[in-house]
């Protein structure tokens, strides 16, 4: 349209593993293009490899022996053909010097230019440019003074609540909750004597509270002819430990005036680093109503599947749309959402156990097949988990045409998924999903923290569970044992046999 | 056949005895006895129909010494009751296994170290986490049974530790699942 | 609204087996409904059985046995407790007198009255409604005298091209295609001298000739309070012998202004015998841009879910609604396709073979889990696929943001969805998706025997297949020989080990 | 091992041999020799390496005498070669054998009858389809192998049929595949 020069992708290596490089592949795979996937020793059978038309080697297990290996991957891209390159999330998706190094070598970086991801990758560096290009952040300031009237002074401007912080501070130190203009004073001056006592400097610095915030993100879209849209915004604020466990889209906490505010915020975000391709900017939003820049996303994030139910789009189709040339396909006013999509992060974790990693093998793995409920995996049955990556082995995301209905879709599919041999938090993203607060919508990053501060025991098997159990150990059922399967009886005996009447006979094996 | 599993804080006796019409079993669960019809499905699932007529699907999986079951919604792991060896949680053993599967990604004592209480003696990182391992006690190490940049499996013996006063009687601690 | 009563429904009775079953069952436990299977002898371990909170025994195989005896399925609800019947499609769900006794019972019927049901069910008498109602059927007429010219006036009333019929006939005697008047009276004579010899009567009728029909049905929803609705059309050219193969929505043949034309004259077609549930329209759609009536299917009907996926709507849920008496949650107004759905069937027929039916057990059965991809299914992997009920196995469901990416989706899942144990017409499936005629949405109810009149010959295994299928002896792979399938490792190998890596001493077993 | 295998009209012998290295295999398809490099995944499925580079994945099930096989994209049948049984097509037998799996729902023929060719004799229904077993010349019906209400098998014989002028000589259609 403007001079910007279609180039045609036939072939694109996905420099990532597990479900987000499957999710690739697909997009690709759909359209026609072919793909390259590459892998670590660890990796030999993963199915983002069997998904793969080509897959290429690139090191042992230790990421930082393969994935995050730029000349590796470059090498692979090379020999294999492959005329772009996607890196997913994580690995080397905002690593400024991968996407120059990929464009150096005459191929196409299927992400923003290297300027938007240095210029979003350094905090306080992006938090000025936000502040230049209008974007709320935090309130908060250095005071003229450090008397305790130019700081009260200060204090009246950033508002209440607000946070005394020690300047040099850390680790809670020097830290004091302020609700009103009375608890002033006392707190600054309590402040003032802990950060000298911790760290031999007075200077306090202030900053609005956000009580029970809310993690709202919008996802952002540019093409390389100036146009920037969203595609409103998700909710992620069940977290633990800053890992996002939940997220939906829309934010039961955001109407449409709200969204429309937001999503400018968030073009406008995008606009100031001339952001090209899937974007995601994260914000705080107080009980009050108002939102604050956190932090922007320059990739694919983990949670784009809630935004595509809802919004009708293909993030990574439209990601190869954009990094060929081609205008965004849609105005703002063509984007609406329609009804609501919720997604779980099943991860290998203990929640009887803080948490801890698990590993195994996937003994059993059988995902939901409800209409509504896309699962996007990097893991099937019979593959091993293993200590090396990341412990999300799959995201299960329910859409319903409101919030009740995508909650009772999600539910049905948690309850339905088999997974045996890996411990993970399947039964702690049930107990979120059947949470009153959580049905109720009444959401905020110290959600889990509160309502989870033990996270979760081991479920006691039941009754039903025990009957299996023993009958299981008679019949010789269970992996390798005595059972049947379809497989073993070998096809087309007689269609009337009683096959599921078992007696003694095959019973004790 | 019979197998005695941990629920919750019961060691419960688990058996089942095929009667003579097929697919008909007496199970036993601890002193409870039912009367259960058995069909298995072609993916070697079951559906089992109780006493009151009620049926539900089951799905069976196993490992070492646990069955992975999916009854009725939800699964939940069948294990061999722990029995005589009393529970045996990590707590015991004062945290100087390794807490999860993974790599031994720094070792900060030295055999003969005193160490004290909450001292961080080993950091061990799995899938991008990284998890400290801390004296339970003040003490010496006595023994490093690991090295940086090994895999080690849950439970698997890191420091040994002895107690400040009796450098001649250590306490191991014993891998109680080598599984890595 | 209009005095309706609420009647909450607690408990479904699904009247039904296979995806259907499933599709109802899902559709319950998401909202919090308990639901009830029936079963035949030779589906009790089948996939809705193992759905479903209970299931009931109602007879052997044969389904004039079982699934077709009203007494049995009543029997088995009113033991269950269940308020409510659901009958899917096929079986009773066009039976009025067993939606009679179902109220009879106290039960809510989830379908339309009995009324409706009979006023559809003879093609005439509902064509001569639907005329009534102002709704286009093909146009005909009995000449008011049979003397030529008579006809020939009758003929110009009904346009060219026209068929003559003969009156009394049947099976192509005395039919004659017309496609001007220069054709007609010769034809007219030929028409009355074979219908003559054939019948013993002269008599001829005349009918409009649709000239490559597309075969174009509404999905309508009706509730008590007097509102029917439309969710535009589903296209379903794509048939052999009258069974529909492929299916979508929207269709490529139908714009905005024939939609809005065809769903005015479904929704008369449905107020006119006050349609309340989920009903279906069909038209014939001619090249000319003429449609007419052709029957309604009052029940759900097998390919709803491209409707679904491209109106954003779970029919199902909407059908319980209705059900318990709600008013329609939207109105005309509200509804807009987005995106488009296509729809195949999975048969257990082959292609090579006049599309006789096949039989056997499905030794491996992975259909694909892409974005974007639907698997309604009534079977999974080990289940035997018998002679009793319907070849049908399973639906796949693909959504794209336009037509040629519902096609790139569906031509992908189709490769990937691995089948073995039983013959299915998959490759005849890739080979209509494929076809350029099928992606230029050329379809007309032809396509099948114009472009496949031999059906398709079975594939000739490539050289990859025979490769893989050397080593698989060499290796005793295959179902319950010697590969170490993850099941069989046990969990918590060493995750460095080598399985993939397999040496002579495992071959050869 | 090694196994003769239909592919159109050719019948090609297949054999692999491991080789001293781990998952490499010489694979001959005919006369052809291939190296391949194999690992085998999780689910039992194959990724097979080629000579030029190329990768790719396959899945195998194995029943009475076919393997049925998934590979890069679409499902075959790999058939043992019918070699000397000369194609062996229900062609050749004249349509007396059930046509597929099904129920005998009419025989509409009697022992000793003389039937014309095109002459319907029995109706088989499968999943709600209904199929004419058609008399392939004229004849006389010497035996009747199947009863109404029966379920038969694909190929299993239902009618002989024998040359009207030789009563003597009947020519029975041998069951191929005795699967219904």
Redesign the interface.
């Known amino acids: 349209m403007t001079g910007v020069p279609v180039r045609p992708i036939a072939k694109v290596l996905v420099a990532n593993r597990g479900e987000i490089a499957i999710?690739v592949i697909?997009?690709c795979?759909?359209?026609?293009i072919a793909t390259v996937a590459v892998y670590s020793e660890?990796d030999?059978?993963a199915a983002h490899?069997?998904a793969a038309d080509?897959?290429v080697l690139i090191g042992p297990?230790a990421a930082n022996e393969s994935y995050l290996v730029t000349a590796r991957v470059l090498d692979a891209a090379r020999r294999t053909g492959a005329d772009a390159i996607h890196p997913g999330y994580g690995f080397l998706s905002e690593n400024a010097e991968f996407a120059e190094a990929v464009s150096a070598a005459g191929m196409t970086w299927i992400g923003p230019d290297a300027f938007a991801i240095r210029a979003m990758g350094t905090k306080i560096a992006a938090r000025e440019r936000m502040m230049a290009a209008g974007v709320p952040v935090v309130p908060g300031t250095h005071a003229a003074g450090q008397d305790l009237d130019a700081l009260a002074a200060a204090a009246a401007e950033v508002g209440f609540p607000l946070l005394v912080k020690a300047s040099a501070g850390g680790g809670g130190k020097g830290m004091r909750a302020v609700h009103g203009e009375a608890e002033l004073r006392p707190a600054l001056e309590a402040a003032r004597r802990e950060a000298l006592g911790a760290f031999g400097d007075g200077a306090l610095y202030l900053e609005r509270l956000l009580l029970k915030p809310r993690h709202i993100e919008v996802q952002v879209f540019g093409d390389r002819h100036g146009n920037v849209v969203h595609f409103g915004e998700r909710e992620c604020s069940i977290q633990r430990r800053h890992q996002k466990v939940v997220e939906e889209a829309p934010s039961p906490g955001v109407d449409a005036a709200l969204r429309a505010r937001m999503g400018a915020a968030a073009v406008a975000a995008a606009k100031a680093v001339d952001y090209v391709g899937a974007g995601t900017v994260e914000f705080m939003l107080d009980a009050s109503g108002e939102f604050f820049f956190l932090e922007m996303n320059t990739r694919l994030q983990v949670e784009h599947?809630v935004t595509?139910a809802v919004y009708?789009?293909?993030l990574v189709?439209l990601q190869l749309a954009v990094a060929m040339g081609a205008p965004l396909p849609m105005t703002q006013a063509d984007i609406a959402p329609?009804?609501h999509a919720i997604e779980v992060r099943l991860y290998?974790?203990d929640p009887a156990?803080g948490f801890?990693?698990?590993?195994?093998?996937?003994?059993?793995y059988?995902?939901s097949?409800?209409?509504?409920i896309?699962?996007?995996?990097g893991y099937?049955?019979?593959?091993?988990v293993?200590?090396?990556?990341?412990?999300m082995l799959a995201k299960l995301i329910a859409w319903?045409?409101d919030r009740q209905?995508a909650i009772?879709?999600l539910?049905?599919a948690l309850?339905?998924w088999?997974?045996?041999?890996?411990?993970t938090n399947?039964?702690f993203l049930?107990a979120v999903a059947r949470h009153p607060e959580y049905r109720a919508g009444n959401l905020h990053t110290g959600f889990i923290p509160e309502h989870f501060p033990d996270g979760l025991p081991?479920?006691?098997?039941?009754?039903?569970?025990?009957?299996?159990?023993?009958?299981?150990?008679?019949?010789g059922?269970?992996?390798?044992?005595g059972?049947?399967?379809?497989?073993?009886?070998?096809?087309?005996?007689?269609?009337?046999a009683?096959?599921?009447?078992?007696?003694?006979w095959r019973?004790?094996a | 056949m019979s197998r005695t599993v941990q629920v919750g804080d019961e060691a419960v006796a688990l058996a089942a005895r095929a009667s003579a019409r097929p697919g008909e079993y007496t199970v036993s669960l601890g002193e409870r006895h039912l009367h259960v019809t058995v069909r298995v499905a072609g993916d070697g699932s079951l559906l089992v129909t109780r006493d009151d007529g009620r049926t539900f699907a089951a799905s069976v999986s196993r490992d070492g010494t646990a069955l992975w079951i999916t009854a009725g919604g939800g699964t939940a792991r069948v294990r061999e009751a722990v029995g005589g060896r009393g529970g045996g949680s990590s707590a015991d053993g004062g945290g100087l296994e390794a807490p999860m599967p993974g790599k031994v990604l720094r070792i900060t004592c030295a055999p003969g170290e005193a160490v004290t209480k909450g001292q961080t003696l080993v950091i061990v990182e799995a899938m991008k986490m990284e998890h400290a391992v801390k004296a339970p006690r003040d003490g010496v190490v006595a023994e490093v049974r690991c090295k940086e940049g090994v895999l080690v499996g849950t439970g698997e013996p890191l420091i040994v530790l002895t107690e400040p006063d009796l450098p001649d009687h250590p306490s191991p601690v014993v891998a109680k699942e080598p599984t890595p």
């Open positions: 999710r697909e997009a795979a759909a359209r026609g660890a030999a059978t490899v069997r080509e897959a297990a599947p595509e009708g789009v293909d189709g329609r009804g290998a974790e156990k801890l990693p698990a590993t195994g093998t996937l003994l059993r059988r995902p097949r409800a209409p509504g896309r699962h996007d995996g099937i049955e019979g593959d091993a293993a200590v090396h990556y990341d412990p319903g045409e209905h009772g879709r539910v049905r309850d339905d088999e997974v045996h041999g890996v411990i399947l039964p049930l081991e479920p006691i098997p039941g009754e039903d569970a025990l009957i299996a159990a023993a009958l299981a150990d008679a019949m059922l269970g992996a390798g044992a059972a049947p399967t379809g497989a073993e009886r070998g096809a087309g005996g007689d269609p009337s009683p096959w599921h009447l078992l007696g003694p019973g004790c």
